[in-house]
């Protein structure tokens, strides 16, 4: 139930960093299938035109405003969903940053990397903390990361030719996938889901125009593993909604 609205919500979506690209379509298509999303932006006025743009095409969003950075952010966040709707079921850790395309771990500064995993890693590792308890209470979750095929350890090791460029940004996933491991495992046999999911390079601002991907087409895995079964996966990556290899391979591991 809203309480500020007296509207029956079935399902509760959050979804960081949504006011744009992949998030965007992400919130789009949960709010398509009848959740009620919530989107976060650290950015009040492009928050307002994203939940604008969707509520035209008559689905339930809104914006909340906050930085994933902040702690204090997130918990005012987290007291709202309480206060307003009673439940989260679903968080989508999107929000993310590259700083340092193409610079080389030996050339990259401390405070890039810092940065980096400020939003990242931390940012996820704050969102899915303050969401676990909220979606304890009904023995129900599905928190989704969006990670990356670069943080795996066979691509650290020499695929694709990168070698060590955008060495931050690449860490900060290989982190959220180590996360997305330890996470499933604490909140096995709760109702809680925890997947990874790498959505190919898709065309945005971070993509690129070139990009071989549609938005809606990137979101597609998302969305998926958001509104999946009780008997689904938990603590796998995902790509075009194929498992990489089970739990041992979200690393890269044994891969």
């Known amino acids: 139930m809203n309480k500020a609205s ?34 976060t932006s650290r950015d009040e006025e492009k928050g307002r035109l994203a939940v604008q743009e969707l509520l035209a095409e008559g689905l339930r969003v809104k914006l909340h405003v906050a930085d994933v950075r902040e702690g204090r952010d997130v918990a005012g966040m987290m007291n709202r969903i309480q206060s307003d709707y009673g439940r989260l079921d679903v968080l989508v850790n999107n929000a993310g940053v590259i700083l340092d395309r193409g610079v080389s771990v030996l050339d990259v500064e401390e405070p890039v990397v810092r940065a980096t995993l400020e939003t990242n890693f931390f940012g996820a590792l704050r969102m899915t903390q303050a969401a676990i308890p909220l979606m304890k209470q009904h023995q129900y979750g599905r928190i989704v990361n969006i990670s990356s095929g670069l943080g795996a350890f066979e691509i650290m090791q020499g695929g694709y030719g990168l070698q060590g460029a955008s060495a931050a940004y690449r860490i900060s996933k290989t982190m959220l996938n180590a996360l997305t491991c330890l996470v499933s495992q604490d909140v096995a046999n709760t109702g809680i889901k925890v997947n990874a999911v790498c959505p190919g390079r898709v065309q945005t601002d971070m993509g690129g125009a070139d990009a071989p991907l549609t938005v809606a087409e990137g979101a597609d895995t998302a969305v998926w593993l958001a509104t999946m079964e009780d008997d689904g996966p938990s603590g796998d990556f995902f790509r075009e909604r194929q498992e990489s290899l089970g739990n041992e391979s979200i690393l890269g591991i044994g891969a």
């Open 6 to 39: 007296g509207e029956e919500v079935l399902r509760m979506a959050v979804v960081t960093g949504g006011n744009r690209g992949i998030g965007k379509e992400i919130a789009r298509q949960l709010a398509a299938r009848g959740l009620q999303v919530l989107i």
